[in-house]
């Protein structure tokens, strides 16, 4: 009897953490969505575009001056394509969340970006590429 309580013991323990893994395989869709918006802005230079994700603190920090030097970087592998990979989210406090991507560009198979963004209230409230 004991060995039988061990082993549902095991098992349920197992289910949950291949559940809980399963369930941090993808960022929910409007996470997902406000990152492609991001990227495809500095692909284009929008800083509109870039804004209709952010919030207040956020569009203050992103100029139009800041952007344009993202976009210089890095919109070539970006529209030369690119893959991005979720990695998953933290919790941070105050009930916000940062969310992790690895950015893999086809023009440059040795050069990968880690893509940070955080939410707040549903909004952008911080975008990083390092």
């Not at 289910?15 to 993808?26: C, G, M, P, R």
């Not at 941070?92 to 690895?102: D, E, I, V």
């Not at 198979?109 to 975008?127: N, S």
């Amino acid at each position: 009897m004991n060995r039988m309580k061990t082993f549902l013991a095991l098992f349920s323990a197992l289910t949950l953490f291949a559940l809980s893994a399963v369930a941090d395989s993808a960022p929910p869709p409007s996470v997902n969505t406000q990152l492609d918006v991001l990227l495809d802005a500095i692909q284009a230079n929008d800083i509109a575009k870039f804004h209709s994700v952010c919030d207040q603190e956020m569009i203050k920090a992103m100029t139009p001056e800041t952007l344009k030097k993202v976009s210089t970087q890095i919109a070539g592998p970006l529209k030369a394509g690119y893959d991005k990979q979720y990695w998953g989210m933290l919790n941070r406090p105050s009930g916000n969340h940062a969310y992790y991507w690895k950015l893999h560009f086809s023009s440059k198979p040795d050069h990968d970006l880690l893509a940070e963004m955080w939410i707040v209230d549903g909004k952008v409230a911080g975008f990083y590429l390092r």
